[in-house]
């Protein structure tokens, strides 16, 4: 993989520019760097998508209009309306609440998963540090949301034992869960980083062999996954909020209490 990439102008540009400053920062606290980029390419992607979506965030907000929306206004608008409606369906009335992670999460990913289709440039989600820090991410986050929804003793419950069943099972379904949570960063993660990663290799391999117009089917095919693999991260966060901050109940037609939202099946 290393002999086929190649040295990328933005990367050596970044580097030139703050790659001093970050080397000094790292020797005052006793870190030592090797190689010669001192900034690695997929934090350099990452730093484009931050800086584009806060210059894309700043100029939306600047043209902001109830009645006149310009077409860039409509389809964030019409994105952010299909993310509420998966977190309302799956989480309930309070899905909401979770919306501003939740999007940022999965148009961070979409915006690097298309960044590898650009010549020039790079997915960072073909860095296992990128996937692996966005499953953290939303590890800690749903299980924050869970202790602060339920609290620690009513959230630590939940593992013991599923609702209405005796708590001796617990001795057996506890580890069993320890383990399937912990899981979920690898599946997370995982997941993520070998589709982005196996797809910009075939990339460059064709690419390496015959320029120009055979890589391009595995680029259109590029888009599809991209946009496919955000939607299942995304999608996966949410089933885990599900199963974190689903405390409350109604009762049915029948008189049985009813979870609110849907109910998430067990997701790795």
Same mark, same amino acid.
């Given at each position: 993989?290393?002999?086929?990439?190649?040295?990328?102008?933005?990367?050596?540009?970044?580097?030139?520019?703050?790659?001093?400053?970050?080397? #000094? /920062?790292?020797?005052?606290? %006793? @870190?030592?760097?090797?190689?010669?980029?001192?900034?690695? +390419?997929? $934090?350099?992607?990452?730093?484009?998508?931050?800086?584009?979506?806060?210059?894309?965030?700043?100029?939306?907000?600047?043209?902001?209009?109830v009645e006149n929306p310009g077409t860039l206004q409509i389809i964030l608008e019409d994105g952010l309306g299909a993310v509420r409606g998966l977190l309302d369906e799956w989480i309930g009335p309070k899905g909401h609440e979770f919306l501003p992670?939740?999007?940022?999460?999965?148009?961070?990913?979409?915006?690097?998963?298309?960044?590898?289709?650009?010549?020039?440039?790079?997915?960072?989600?073909?860095?296992?540090?990128?996937?692996?820090?966005?499953?953290?991410?939303?590890?800690?986050?749903?299980?924050?949301?869970?202790? #602060? /929804?339920?609290?620690?003793? %009513? @959230?630590?419950?939940?593992?013991?034992?599923?609702?209405? +069943?005796? $708590?001796?099972?617990?001795?057996?379904?506890?580890?069993?869960?320890?383990?399937?949570?912990?899981?979920?960063?690898?599946?997370?993660?995982?997941?993520?980083?070998?589709?982005?990663?196996?797809?910009?290799?075939?990339?460059?391999?064709?690419?390496?062999?015959?320029?120009?117009?055979?890589?391009?089917?595995?680029?259109?095919?590029?888009?599809?996954?991209?946009?496919?693999?955000?939607?299942?991260?995304?999608?996966?966060?949410?089933?885990?909020?599900?199963?974190?901050?689903?405390?409350?109940?109604?009762?049915?037609?029948?008189?049985?209490?009813?979870?609110?939202?849907?109910?998430?099946?067990?997701?790795?």
């Amino acid at each position: 993989m290393e002999k086929l990439e190649h040295p990328l102008w933005i990367v050596q540009l970044v580097n030139a520019l703050l790659g001093p400053l970050v080397r #000094r /920062a790292g020797e005052a606290i %006793g @870190y030592h760097f090797t190689g010669h980029d001192v900034i690695p +390419a997929y $934090m350099v992607m990452v730093l484009l998508i931050v800086v584009f979506i806060t210059a894309l965030c700043v100029f939306v907000r600047s043209r902001l209009s109830v009645e006149n929306p310009g077409t860039l206004q409509i389809i964030l608008e019409d994105g952010l309306g299909a993310v509420r409606g998966l977190l309302d369906e799956w989480i309930g009335p309070k899905g909401h609440e979770f919306l501003p992670l939740v999007a940022t999460l999965g148009l961070f990913i979409l915006l690097g998963n298309y960044m590898g289709l650009i010549p020039g440039l790079v997915s960072p989600t073909s860095s296992i540090n990128v996937t692996l820090g966005c499953a953290i991410t939303t590890w800690v986050y749903y299980h924050y949301q869970g202790i #602060r /929804a339920q609290g620690i003793v %009513g @959230y630590i419950k939940h593992f013991w034992a599923p609702p209405g +069943a005796p $708590m001796w099972i617990g001795v057996v379904y506890f580890p069993i869960e320890i383990i399937s949570h912990a899981a979920r960063v690898m599946s997370l993660s995982l997941r993520l980083f070998g589709n982005i990663f196996g797809e910009e290799l075939v990339i460059l391999v064709l690419f390496s062999l015959v320029p120009f117009l055979v890589p391009l089917p595995m680029m259109l095919l590029g888009l599809v996954t991209g946009l496919l693999q955000a939607f299942i991260f995304m999608l996966l966060s949410i089933i885990y909020l599900q199963g974190a901050v689903a405390v409350e109940h109604h009762e049915d037609e029948h008189g049985h209490d009813a979870p609110s939202g849907r109910q998430a099946p067990v997701a790795a």
